[in-house]
């Protein structure tokens, strides 16, 4: 399974360097990808929009998180793209949030890269959680 993370631009500073400790961590689980700015998007799959809370957002514990992940999995997904504040003329089949409160697009995507990992670690019965 493939997870792709669409940022508006390039992490810096600690959101970078935990993204990609995040990524190698999960080369374990799943593939998982990093692309900023105006990517063009080719069958994205599972498209997630993940934004700040509101009334058409899901929010998730992190047992629920890696339900979703086990349902995509189970269900044949291939690949699932994350769209941290979204982007032009994309269909989302959800939108998330992760967070009570709207934060930066990079703290936010170290946030999402870090449940993805937490979600695999609990699916597979790993010690990280708790």
């Not at 769209?83 to 930066?104: E, P, Q, R, T, W």
């Amino acid at each position: 399974m493939t997870f792709d993370l669409y940022l508006p631009s390039r992490a810096r500073g600690f959101c970078g360097e935990a993204i990609g400790e995040y990524r190698k961590r999960l080369r374990a689980f799943c593939k998982c990808g990093v692309h900023f700015g105006g990517v063009k998007i080719q069958n994205a799959g599972v498209s997630v929009l993940v934004r700040e809370p509101s009334a058409d957002t899901a929010q998730f514990s992190s047992e629920g998180f890696s339900e979703l992940i086990s349902g995509w999995m189970n269900g044949g997904a291939s690949k699932v793209a994350f769209f941290i504040y979204g982007g032009d003329g994309i269909n989302y089949d959800m939108s998330v949030a992760l967070a009570y409160y709207k934060m930066d697009a990079d703290l936010l995507a170290v946030l999402l890269i870090e449940q993805i990992y937490r979600g695999f670690m609990i699916r597979s019965g790993r010690a990280y959680h708790k």
